[in-house]
């Protein structure tokens, strides 16, 4: 059975987790928890760069990144719901998954360099850079959100990056967003609601 290194924290990991359980695929993949500051983990031989998610496979092939990973659950499954297979649709998912993949990206570099400086050596033009990517990120989202998700739904891996990212920073920025987002809060709100992964793969603290 292939395993998925992860950790409880990780947007992308998230990402990866609550496309197998709209896909019916949860049972075939076993999550494995995954410390990527530990010099000792194995993810730092099945994956060179030390990140999560990677996809272990059965045959010891490593899948990574979180896109690869995507597209390997949307061939598994067989019926190009994660990801469309051509035309105009496919490229709005694919450019909507960008654009939650970075948000996730200047998050989590605003969270490192306060993790992995010490705060003598903390960079706040860097971090304003980051954090400028993340607004404009929002406001287009704000202006132009993702089709709603309705109980019963298969939503394309776009769209559960989205929800994936404003998870993250209620997680980790502490929902500080959802003042100047209300269209956003709601759009969320009905994604966790239609689809009970979203709560499942909550970090609760």
Known sequence: MPVLRSSPAS???RQIKIAASVLGLSDKITVEMTDTNDPGDTIRKQNPLGKIPALV???????YDSRVILDYLNELDGGNRLIPAKGEERYKT??????ANGLMDAALLQVYEGRFREEA?????WLSYQAEKVSRALAV????PPATVSPGDVPDAARIAVACALGYLDLRFEG??????????KW????????PAFEQTRMKS
Request: hydrophobic residues 50%; glycine residues 4%; negative net charge.
């Open 141 to 144: 989202l704000e202006a132009l």
């Open 57 to 63: 496979l059965d045959n010891g092939d490593v899948l």
């Open 11 to 13: 947007p992308f990991g």
């Open 94 to 99: 694919l450019t909507l998954l960008a654009l």
């Open 188 to 195: 969320l709100d009905d994604f966790a609601a239609a689809i």
């Open 176 to 185: 500080k967003w959802r003042d100047s987002y209300p269209t956003l809060v």
């Open 121 to 125: 050596e903390r960079s706040e033009k």
